[in-house]
């Protein structure tokens, strides 16, 4: 271990000490330690991966500002995880180490568990992060539904909706509510045997298992499970043989009435290249979708987390934040963090301006509108009054055709999407056609004010 890392860490963990709830620095800074400084980089190791996806989704501002102050100088953080701390986690405890950890000495004291607040026989199977429950979720008109079903599901796992699937953009709460319903069930069913991953990892284990001959333990894992919680299904698009052992998995554990919960970044049947008998299977029970949040909810967010770090921030600040972000609720929470790390640090009152160079990237990002392929490819076919598989479909006619070009267009200019990635979420198109399109409906919007007309339409539309 470098003592100047050591150092350094130490004396930034005094300033967290200072600057965080008790609860919270005891139990996500606190079992940290610093292996090593390399130049203008500190590496900081953690228990497993959970913690630092937490730590970096949460306060990466937080830590390098703080160690950068520290340390005089601008610091960048890096994590390294420790080898697990025991095997036999269900569903995230298998970190594997990241860097070596061969520069430690002394081991790292696991982190406790967020759920089992009590001593039990049971290691829950799961990590939660305990800031995603009930509780601390905002509802509002935008998610109402959503959480609903969730409350409802987390209540009576298995017999109400069955599957629930979860939908919307990115930063809406969907792993939020996942993890809530985790959270609730293991309250309140201490035996309850639950999996929570993202559909990634349950890749990633399946290929593993495949290689090692280890098939009958990974189904075992997933089929004996009460509540099977998968972030993200929209990974299963175009990989069929995990697609294959998924259904098998989904219908083992339906049949026999256990609860299984998915979140998805679009509807199902707009996951391209996913198998009609999953898209079925995951319309089956309840679908319910998560939309961006209007202005009363993001005031309501705002408030809870700024009272949840112990700020207080003055009412301009607050709106000033909730009008300026309004599509990723995670960003209005970065940013919520940011400032108040920076209020609390410098101890400088804090004016407008200062507050819009501190979130300039933020609201940069801000800038370009959450929206999914998706949706503009429903939009224009709604508009122009064809079918959505038309847009992914080969056919050629001209009322066809120049709509779809019409939403490659769009598709370039409102979302953050690669060119071959839009020509993908096109039926598999190649670049090259994504950007003959996009030139192509430039050049008629110059010359023919109907085509401007529809076009502009449609953009106001969507980003309304
Ligand atoms: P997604 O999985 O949809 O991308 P997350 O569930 O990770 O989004 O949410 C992003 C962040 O916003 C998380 O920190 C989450 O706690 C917070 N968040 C989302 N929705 C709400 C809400 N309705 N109330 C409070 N916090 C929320
Ligand atoms: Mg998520």
Redesign the pocket.
Known sequence: MSDNAQAIWSAAQQTLRGMLKTELYNLWFAPVSASRMDGDVLTLEVADEFCEFWLK??YLDVLRSVVSRTAVRPVQIAFAVRAAESAGSTASGTANSAESTEASSTPLAPIPSPVAKEPSTRRPEAFFNP??VFD?????SN?HHAHAASVAVAQKPGLTYNPLFLF??????????LQAIGQHVHAHRRNARIGYLSCERFTNEFIEALQNGQLPKFRKKYRELDVLLI?DVQFLAGKERIQEEFFHTFNALHDCHKQIVL?CDRPANEIQGLEQRLTSRFEWGMTAD?KA?DVE?RLA?LH??AAALSVELPPEIISFLANRIRTN??R??GALVRVAAYAQLTGKSLDLETIETLLREILQEEGKVAISIGEIQRRVADYFDIRLADMTSKRRPENIAFPRQIAMYLARQLTDHSLSSIGDAFGGRDHGTVLHACRQVRDRMEVESKVRQDVGYLEKQLTR
């Not at 601390?136 to 509002?140: A, D, L, M, S």
């Not at 919307?168 to 509510?177: A, I, N, S």
């Open positions: 989704d949460n800031n995603n601390t979720f905002v509802v509002g998610n919307g953009g990115v930063g809406l709460g969907k792993t939020h509510l972030d979140t998560l949040p909810t967010i809870k987390k609720i995670r209005l929470e």
